[in-house]
């Protein structure tokens, strides 16, 4: 069944940002596919990000609105235990996206992904999606072979393997790599590059710097970091800086507001609320 591009407005809106999950899944800690047995990376050959923005407990909920009419609500959350994948410690991040309202009544949508993000390399080593869009479905297992720079994606029987480049990542651990960078030691204007992986492709997702901004939120006046994920020309997006994303200035950096230009309108998402951030938001 072919997949309706109009059907994934709310879904491809929170892919870009990787701001869902309604609750935390209970599966058993994964295990990678018998069929591709992975090689071991040493410890030494991974990378080490500093990370000091995000860790395990925190929880994000968020309001999607067209107007005043509520669309969507989505949450995204870090479990509170480190999981075990490819003999390397992991943060289990889950999402969930739904739509609400008449949004649910024209297109319903059920969106869930999971990402085990290294906790030392900030790099994914498995993700998950379970995808209900419309009378669409899709079920996808990715597992990262970083030593040979391999992913094998696993979708019912159909199995395949792809050649990716060094230090590849999914959509959501590419939103927390992004959560690592010093965007004071950033000039305005500046282009963030993170090599992704998703559907079966490679593409460069790229996040423009566009510096920083003072904004209102129901909890009051915040200080942020404003980002532009750049969009190539589409049907879709209004436009390549399309999307604005106002972040946190401070050490979580967690988006607090975003809009999104459509050419059939405008989407707004806000901050409904949270828990378990690394540091105290600084509400003014």
């Given amino acids: ?38 090689d071991r990376q040493p410890l030494d050959r991974y990378r080490q990000v500093p990370n000091s923005s995000f860790g395990k407990g925190e929880r994000l909920e968020y309001r999607v609105h067209y107007g005043f009419i509520n669309a969507a609500e989505a ?29 649910d009544l024209v297109s319903r949508v059920r969106d869930q992904w999971r990402s085990y993000i290294d906790t030392s390399a900030i790099l994914p080593q498995m993700f998950k999606q379970e995808i209900e869009e419309g009378k669409y479905r899709k079920e996808e297992t990715v597992l990262f072979n970083h030593g040979s720079n391999v992913v094998y994606s696993s979708v019912k029987e159909d199995k395949k393997s792809f050649k990716v480049p060094n230090n590849i990542h999914d959509v959501i651990s590419g939103y927390y790599y992004l959560r690592t960078v010093n965007f004071d030691r950033m000039s305005v204007g500046q282009t963030i590059e993170v090599p992704t992986f998703f559907g079966g492709e490679v593409f460069s997702m790229k996040v423009r710097y566009r510096g920083k901004d003072e904004i209102k939120t129901k909890f009051g006046r915040i200080k942020v970091l404003k980002l532009n994920p750049v969009m190539p020309d589409n049907k879709f997006f209004k436009g390549e800086e399309s999307i ?41």
């Fill in 244 to 284: 604005n994303i106002w972040v946190s200035d401070d050490v979580n950096k967690i988006p607090v507001k975003v809009a999104v230009n459509l050419w059939i309108g405008s989407l707004d998402m806000d901050l409904k609320s949270y828990k378990g951030l690394q540091s105290t938001m600084d509400w003014m």
């Fill in 1 to 38: 069944m072919k997949h309706n591009l109009n059907n994934s407005t709310i879904s491809l809106l929170v892919i870009l940002i990787v701001a869902l999950g309604i609750s935390a899944f209970q599966a058993a800690d994964p295990q990678p596919l018998d069929r591709q047995p992975l």
């Fill in 75 to 103: 949450r995204i959350d870090v479990s509170n235990s480190i999981v075990n994948v490819n003999n390397r410690p992991c943060y289990r991040v889950n999402v969930f996206g739904r739509t609400v309202g008449a949004f």
